[in-house]
């Protein structure tokens, strides 16, 4: 199993480019969600979902959009990047609400 | 989901018991108790959970008090490796379905 697979690892974007982060899992998990961490912060719900066809918005869903077409894939598009949207980006997968979550690597995503 | 407050950070030395103190005094019954952490500036990991039993895995120990208003993450003989941020998370079945973390507590351990 891989667990959860976040590409790219690295991004540099120019502001007003949009660009989409990739979320795997083979997990066979209902639930994902994204997560955004600014330096020395913790860690921002932005979008999640709990099954293919149902998202939600988190806590900082501005700028960004979500689908879910299936269940293994879960992709983040930012629509137009500002730097504010320098960050560390993490998608997390789980079974259901109470079982353990899974996180990848991350996207280290800086816009200039 | 029920607000946590963890203290900012906390020091252990190497081969101590590292134990880390969450409060989440409006807890409610059917909420549980998560602990994860993070370190450095990977995913965060899950370390264990609980509900109102005392809770133990390879990895640490969860004791929640008998009012369930705080619990403690125990790490039973610490390593450099577990220098990170540890995070109590509250949830349950009403409420976003998707972990919210706080700021945590950052701890370092000692040689």
């Known amino acids: 199993n891989a667990g959860v697979t976040q590409t790219p690892k690295f991004q540099v974007l120019k502001t007003g480019q949009s660009m989409t982060l990739q979320c795997a899992q083979d997990?066979?998990?209902?639930?994902m969600s994204w997560y955004r961490q600014d330096p020395g912060m913790g860690l921002r719900l932005i979008h999640y979902s709990v099954g293919a066809g149902i998202t939600d918005q988190g806590e900082v869903p501005n700028g960004y959009n979500v689908s879910r077409s299936t269940t293994e894939d879960f992709p983040l598009r930012l629509l137009s990047a500002a730097p504010s949207q320098t960050s560390v980006y993490f998608c997390a997968s789980s079974y259901d609400i109470y079982t353990e979550a899974f996180f990848g690597q991350g996207t280290r995503l800086t816009v200039v | 989901d029920a607000k946590t407050t963890q203290p900012p950070s906390m020091d252990c030395a190497e081969g101590r018991a590292a134990n880390l103190p969450c409060n989440h005094s409006t807890i409610s019954g059917n909420e549980y108790v998560y602990w994860y952490r993070q370190i450095h500036s990977q995913g965060p990991q899950y370390i264990i959970h609980?509900?109102?039993n005392n809770e133990t895995n390879e990895m640490a120990s969860l004791i929640i008090t008998e009012d369930r208003k705080s619990s403690t993450l125990i790490l039973p003989h610490a390593t450099l490796r577990d220098t990170a941020v540890y995070y109590c998370i509250v949830r349950g079945p009403t409420g976003r379905r998707a972990l919210t973390f706080g700021s945590g507590t950052r701890l370092q351990v000692q040689p």
């Open positions: 997990m066979n998990h209902e639930y």
């Open positions: 609980g509900l109102k």
